[in-house]
């Protein structure tokens, strides 16, 4: 057994858990972050050890926790869930597509707990959206949603990812969200991870659309202060400085798998060499607090320079870790979005050279695993 930490090390309490209780989605977006190999029914955790795991994030000391998937509401002991999160006092947020969600069943869900939805939405148009979601009839679906949480009183954001294809609309998706009564909004331009990766090239925008949306999203801020707070994700392949990825490795966040393993990020199974324990074998505090993988690029020990020397490291921490594997070859070495990276350079031109050129065609994820039942 490893020896005990010393008091100074112990690191302060996750603020929120984000459990992934199924890969499952009847949406098939081609910038999903979801993992190229996505866990089957079968393999999923049951409803006693989502339970179990709850306990644990509470006595851990965790605040929030965020429900999601794939598409969360597809597990029918979601309100069993809730229920025991909001009896351990934590704040409960369900992210869904808004997908099959009916005015019962969300009735039934904010009864149980739920203190707050996060809905995606793909454009503000029917015809994008539901190109973009594979799936006909979605965006309407989303908007009955949104309608029947201002009836409900549950407390709305909306979430729209951005890229090439709807970039001149965020204005209009803006006018949305007022119009639904959403009292946040995330403007999101597409993180590339998991299977968006695949749609990169698809999905780039340019320098000139990026610029646009900015001005945007600054002029609605400004405008609408006090009425609907709007946060904005900029486009990692473009910036100067990278992301706080997840606030840090291991400072802020938990994710866990459907399966039960325990993340830093949703993807870090993409860093081959690291072992995530599951929720199966260890605690969760045992594990936030001791496992290897957690420990690995927490806090500021592992940086290589120029991290290491730099003003900025307790700032973005070194950047994702992910993000470096996935355009330098390492995960231990500074996210190249920073222009401090020797690998910077060749990601604007990539981004430069992609937004340019025609978009390929979608690739669309097959949704449901190989071998799974059907929901
Ligand atoms: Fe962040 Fe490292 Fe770049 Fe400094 S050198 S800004 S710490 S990524
Ligand atoms: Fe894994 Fe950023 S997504 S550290």
Not at 106 to 123: E, F, K, R
Request: aromatic fraction near 6%; include cysteine; charged fraction near 25%.
């Amino acid at each position: 057994m490893a020896p005990p930490l010393r008091a100074e090390r112990v690191p302060a309490p996750p603020l929120a858990v984000l459990l992934e209780l199924t890969h499952r989605c009847p949406l098939s977006c081609p910038y999903c972050s979801n993992p190229l190999q996505l866990v089957g029914l079968r393999d999923e955790l049951a409803t006693a050890d989502w339970l179990r795991v709850l306990g644990e994030a509470a006595e851990l000391g965790v605040l929030q926790v965020h429900f999601s998937g794939g598409e969360p509401t597809l597990r029918k002991d979601l309100p069993e869930l809730l229920q025991h999160a909001r009896s351990l006092g934590l704040y409960c947020n369900l992210i869904t597509s808004g997908v099959g969600v009916e005015r019962e069943r969300l009735l039934a869900l904010q009864q149980a707990g739920l203190d707050h939805l996060q809905l995606s939405i793909q454009d503000s148009e029917e015809r994008g959206a539901d190109r973009i979601a594979g799936y006909a009839g979605s965006h309407r679906r989303k908007l009955a949603l949104a309608r029947w949480c201002g009836e409900l009183g549950l407390p709305l954001t909306l979430n729209a990812v951005v890229h090439r294809h709807n970039a001149e609309r965020v204005a209009a998706m803006i006018e949305l969200a007022l119009d639904l009564g959403a009292g946040r909004l995330e403007v999101a331009h597409t993180q590339y991870y998991g299977w968006g990766l695949k749609n990169r090239a698809a999905l780039m925008p340019t320098r000139a659309q990026l610029d646009a949306v900015t001005a945007v999203v600054e002029d609605a801020r400004l405008r609408l202060r006090g009425t609907l707070t709007i946060d904005y994700v900029t486009p990692d392949y473009y910036a100067r400085r990278p992301k706080a990825c997840m606030g840090g490795w291991a400072q802020r966040f938990v994710n866990i798998t459907p399966e039960g393993k325990v993340l830093p990020c949703h993807a870090a199974e993409t860093i081959a060499e690291l072992h995530f324990d599951s929720v199966r074998e260890r605690g969760l505090g045992e594990i936030w607090r001791e496992s290897d993988a957690f420990q690995r690029y927490r806090g500021t020990d592992w940086m290589p320079e120029p991290c290491r020397g730099c003003e900025r490291r307790e700032i973005d921490w070194g950047g994702c870790r992910c993000q470096a594997l996935a355009l330098s070859g390492r995960a231990d070495t500074l996210d190249p979005v920073c222009d401090r990276s020797p690998d910077h350079a060749a990601v604007r031109e990539l981004a430069e050279r992609e937004s340019q050129a025609p978009a390929p065609e979608f690739v669309y994820r097959k949704i449901r695993p190989a071998g799974n039942r059907a929901p």
